[in-house]
Nanobody
Framework: VQLQASGGGLVQPGGSLRLSCVVS????????MGWYRQAPGKEREWVAR???????DYADSVKGRFTISRDNAKNTLYLQMDSLKPDDTAVYSC??????????WGEGTLVTVSS
């Protein structure tokens, strides 16, 4: 199983980015998937999740600004990030949950929010 995240970059405060996570080796339609981030000098934190029936959940810090979604046909997970703030600066990673003991992670993509 491989997960490849992309879409990061430099954006001004208030701007938007869309991250993608392409998954190979497993179909994502029946799996829990999520986005996490790790800011410089901080621990990794959970950002958003989507479950097989399509329900989503978000950390309070991003609720109302970020939207997680997936395209089952493309086996791809997305994170639409709007109204970005400097505090959103971090390396963003996607994960795929097979079971409580088996989780796959992709390499992160760096998001920098700065003027």
């Amino acid at each position: 199983v491989q997960l490849q995240a992309s879409g990061g970059g430099l954006v001004q405060p208030g701007g938007s980015l869309r991250l993608s996570c392409v998954v190979s080796g497993r179909r994502i339609s029946t799996k829990y998937m999520g986005w996490y981030r790790q800011a410089p000098g901080k621990e990794r934190e959970w950002v958003a999740r989507i479950i097989p029936n399509g329900l989503t959940d978000y950390a309070d810090s991003v609720k109302g600004r970020f939207t997680i979604s997936r395209d089952n046909a493309k086996n791809t997970l997305y994170l639409q990030m709007d109204s970005l703030k400097p505090d959103d600066t971090a390396v963003y990673s996607c994960n795929l949950v097979i079971s409580a003991a088996v989780k796959y992670w992709g390499e992160g993509t760096l998001v920098t929010v700065s003027s």
